[in-house]
C-alpha cells in the first residue's frame, strides 16, 4: 500500500498535473484526471517515498525522455535541475544515479494503465462525424524494437538467428491497436521476435479482451485466418481484412453483389492449430459466410494494381465496395503511427540495459504518444478538423517550442499561450499528396566505414595485436 494518506497523494497527483502543462511535448493537465492518476497508483501498490524522486516525479521525467531530441537521464535530470531553480526550490545532487533508481522502483503497470486510460478516454469522447458510419474501427499491426546488446536483453528478446553471434541486436516484437479515428493506442502487446507464439497473431489475441461489440478490425492479410476471424465474431467484432496469399478468391462463385463482389462460404480447417486447445476448436462454428470484394487501385503512370479484401460486413447497400475500399486505404494510418512512434519519437531503439526498463521506455512512449494525439485532437475540434488532418511531427515541434514559454508564464496566462499553442498545432496539416512516389535512395553519400563483423572485444584484441607488432 501506499506509504502516504489519501489527501497527501491527491494533492501530490494534483502537483503533477500541473507539471504536465510545462513539460516539452505534453502541454494540458486535464488529460489526466486527478483521481484516474491516484486509482492507478494505488492499484500498482506504489510504494511511496519522500524524496526529490517520487513515483509522480518519475512519471513526468520517464514521459520527458520520451518527446526530448536529447533522451539521456542526465538530460532529465538537468531540466528537473532548472525548474527547481525557477521555482526556487532547493538545489539536488546533479547525479542521475538517484533517479535511475526511482525508475527502477516505478511499476511498469503505471505506464501501462495510464496508456490505456488516455487512449480509450480519448476514443469514447471523440464525435460521431470522426467514426467510420458511426462505428469505432480498430488497426492492428506489428513492427519490431532494437534494445543495446547487453547479456539481460539478449536472454529476454535474443536477437534473430539469421544475425551472427555477438555482432546483432535484441530484437523485440510489438503489435499495437490503434484506434482510426483519433489515432491513439489503445492496447499493446509485446514479447519475443522468433519462438513458439511470438507472432503477430498471437500477441494480437492476447488483445481481443480490448475489442467490444460492434467495433471493426481493420488488419493487414497476416491476419486473415478462419480461426482468428471466428474468435472475433464471437465478441461480435466485424473484420476487414486483406485475403490472405495462400487463399484464392473466385468471383464465377457464392452469391453475387456487384462486379468483384460476392459472398463466400469459408469451412472451419480439418487440423486444429497447436495453440488451440480441444474445446476453443469443438466450439468454432463449421462454416463463416464472408464477403470479398476486389480493391483495385490506380495511379497516373502505372499499372492498376488490384486486392483482395475480405469482411464480415455482408450489407451491400449499407457498406459499399467503394466504402470498403476507403476504408482499407486507410489502414495506411497505422504505418504512419508506427513511423511516428518509431521515426518521430526514436522508439525504433530503445536505449535501455535490462528488459524491464527496456519495457518501461516503450511504455512511456506509447503514454506520451497518447498524450501528444489528444492534444492533436483537442486542436482538430475546436478548428473543425480531422485528427488524421494535423502533422503529427508539426504538433511535437511546435509543443516543444511553445514549453519554454509554458515553463515560465504565470498562471493567469496560461489559458491564453494553451489557445495559441491549439491554433499553431491546427495550422501544422498533413499534405494532400494522394499517391505520392519517391526513389527511397539517399542523395547524400554517408562515411564509408565497414560493418563490424565480429564481437567488439575482438576487434579491440586484434587493433591491438597490430599496434604492438
Known amino acids: 500500500m501506499l506509504n502516504c494518506s489519501h489527501g497527501r497523494l491527491t494533492h501530490q ?6 507539471r504536465f502543462a510545462q513539460t516539452p511535448g505534453l502541454p494540458f493537465a486535464e488529460v489526466l484526471a486527478t483521481e484516474q492518476v491516484r486509482q492507478v497508483l494505488e492499484q500498482e501498490h506504489v510504494q511511496w517515498r519522500d524524496s526529490v524522486y517520487t513515483p509522480l516525479v518519475t512519471t513526468r521525467l520517464l514521459l520527458s525522455q520520451a518527446v526530448d531530441a536529447d533522451p539521456s537521464c542526465q538530460q532529465a535530470v538537468d531540466r528537473l535541475l ?43 469522447e471523440a464525435p460521431v462525424r470522426w467514426l467510420w458510419k458511426g462505428r469505432d474501427v480498430k488497426v492492428a499491426d506489428g513492427t519490431t524494437v532494437s534494445m543495446p546488446a547487453t547479456a539481460a536483453n539478449q536472454e529476454a528478446y535474443p536477437q534473430p538467428k539469421s544475425q ?75 473484420v476487414v481484412f486483406r485475403l490472405h496469399q495462400r487463399r484464392r478468391a473466385d468471383f464465377r462463385r457464392g452469391r453475387r453483389l456487384g462486379r468483384d463482389d460476392h459472398v463466400v462460404v469459408w469451412h472451419k480447417p480439418v487440423a486444429r492449430p497447436a495453440w488451440l486447445d480441444e474445446d476453443s476448436y469443438r466450439r468454432l462454428p463449421e462454416t463463416l459466410t464472408l464477403r470479398e470484394v476486389r480493391v483495385r487501385v490506380t495511379q497516373a503512370g502505372f499499372r492498376s494494381q488490384s486486392m483482395v479484401v475480405v469482411t464480415t460486413l455482408l450489407d451491400a447497400e449499407l ?27 526514436g522508439m525504433k531503439v530503445l536505449r535501455a540495459n535490462t528488459p524491464a526498463m527496456v519495457r518501461k521506455e516503450l511504455w512511456a512512449h506509447l503514454l506520451a504518444y497518447n498524450l501528444l494525439r489528444t492534444v492533436m485532437a483537442q486542436a482538430a475540434l475546436e478548428h473543425g478538423l480531422q485528427p488524421q488532418d494535423i502533422s503529427f511531427k508539426g504538433a511535437l515541434q ?6 519554454p514559454h509554458l515553463l515560465t508564464a504565470e498562471p493567469s496566462a496560461l489559458a491564453d499561450l494553451s489557445r495559441r499553442l491549439l491554433v499553431a498545432i491546427a495550422q501544422n496539416r498533413v499534405g494532400q499528396r494522394p499517391n505520392r512516389y519517391e526513389p527511397r535512395k539517399q542523395r547524400r553519400r554517408p562515411q564509408s566505414y565497414p560493418f563490424l563483423n565480429e564481437t567488439r572485444a575482438e576487434a579491440r584484441a586484434r587493433l591491438a595485436t597490430r599496434v604492438c607488432a
Not at 13 to 18: A, K
Not at 321 to 343: F, I, V
Not at 398 to 403: G, K, L, Q
Open 13 to 18: 497527483v494534483e502537483s503533477l498535473r500541473l
Open 82 to 124: 532548472a525548474e527547481r531553480a525557477a521555482q526556487g526550490a532547493p538545489a539536488i545532487s546533479a547525479n542521475n544515479g538517484a533517479y535511475c533508481q526511482a525508475r527502477l522502483r516505478l511499476p511498469e503497470g503505471v505506464l501501462q494503465r495510464l496508456t490505456r486510460h488516455v487512449g480509450q478516454e480519448l476514443l469514447a
Open 164 to 238: 551472427k553471434q555477438g555482432v546483432g541486436f535484441p530484437l523485440l516484437r510489438l503489435v499495437v491497436l490503434f484506434s482510426l479515428a483519433v489515432g491513439t493506442v489503445l492496447e499493446a502487446a509485446l514479447g519475443r521476435y522468433q519462438g513458439p507464439e511470438t507472432g503477430e497473431t498471437a500477441l494480437f489475441r492476447t488483445m481481443h479482451d480490448s475489442l467490444f461489440e460492434d467495433d471493426v478490425v481493420l488488419a493487414d492479410r497476416y491476419f486473415c485466418s478462419y480461426v482468428e476471424i471466428a474468435l472475433l465474431q464471437e465478441r461480435h467484432v466485424d
Open 319 to 345: 457498406y459499399g465496395s467503394a466504402d470498403l475500399t476507403d476504408l482499407y486505404r486507410a489502414r495506411w494510418q497505422a504505418e504512419l503511427n508506427l513511423r511516428s512512434l518509431k521515426a518521430v519519437m
Open 398 to 403: 511546435t509543443v516543444n517550442s511553445f514549453a
